[in-house]
T-cell receptor, first 111, second 112 residues
Framework: GQQVMQIPQYQHVQEGEDFTTYCNSS?????IQWYKQRPGGHPVFLIQ?????EVKKQKRLTFQFGEAKKNSSLHITATQTTDVGTYFC???????????FGIGTKLQVIP | DGGITQSPKYLFRKEGQNVTLSCEQN?????MYWYRQDPGQGLRLIYY???????QKGDIAEGYSVSREKKESFPLTVTSAQKNPTAFYLC???????????FGPGTRLTVL
């Protein structure tokens, strides 16, 4: 079945540094969704990208969907301690009914 | 997320016992999902349901069972056949196949 590979698995940054996580697929994705899970919490939806080459911004977060719709990235500018958590990418599969998640990138921000 | 209830938050069971995890939603969403999350792991799909009285196996359905008798409810039973049931279980709903998922707060199951 469809797999979504996510890297890196862990990332430690100093507060104020930038952070990027990447999702890659060997097949064309219909869409890509990004979620954030705080420690001890549940995943919370951040954004969905659908169009080839799409770029969306939410304050310090920038989301990109590749031209070939096979990769995506989430970039955080000037990280803050509130950014701590695990960021997951996900995509529809199995005829749109299933959602396949990447393994997640755990971000730790050092004050 | 406030419209999805999972109870209890923490659950302890003895090995060999079946246990049922509750998931209730008042969002009127058609689709419901069960995921399992292990420490340092992503989310793995156990079962999902698009409509009442219909559900499909996900990637790791062995040792689990579900029912969907009402639109609002999608309980998950962890049976004694599940070899390693200790995990964080997340229920999610979705308005339609192209929409995003909304997650409940989760149930942490520990089998002693």
């Amino acid at each position: 079945g469809q797999q979504v590979m996510q890297i890196p698995q862990y990332q430690h940054v100093q507060e104020g540094e930038d952070f990027t996580t990447y999702c890659n697929s060997s097949t064309t994705l219909s869409n890509i969704q990004w979620y954030k899970q705080r420690p001890g919490g549940h995943p919370v939806f951040l954004i969905q990208l659908v169009k080839s080459g799409e770029v969306k911004k939410q304050k310090r977060l920038t989301f990109q969907f590749g031209e070939a719709k096979k990769n995506s990235s989430l970039h955080i500018t000037a990280t803050q301690t509130t950014d701590v958590g695990t960021y997951f990418c996900a995509s529809n599969s199995g005829g749109y009914q299933k959602v396949t998640f990447g393994i997640g990138t755990k971000l730790q921000v050092i004050p | 997320d406030g419209g999805i209830t999972q109870s209890p938050k923490y659950l302890f069971r003895k090995e060999g016992q079946n246990v049922t995890l509750s998931c209730e939603q008042n969002l009127n969403h058609d689709a419901m999902y069960w995921y399992r999350q292990d420490p340092g792991q992503g989310l793995r799909l156990i079962y999902y349901s698009q409509i009442v009285n219909d559900f499909q196996k996900g990637d790791i359905a062995e040792g689990y069972s579900v029912s969907r008798e009402k639109k609002e409810s999608f309980p998950l039973t962890v049976t004694s056949a599940q070899k390693n049931p200790t995990a964080f279980y997340l229920c999610a709903t979705r308005p339609s196949a192209t929409d995003t998922q909304y997650f409940g707060p989760g149930t942490r199951l520990t089998v002693l």
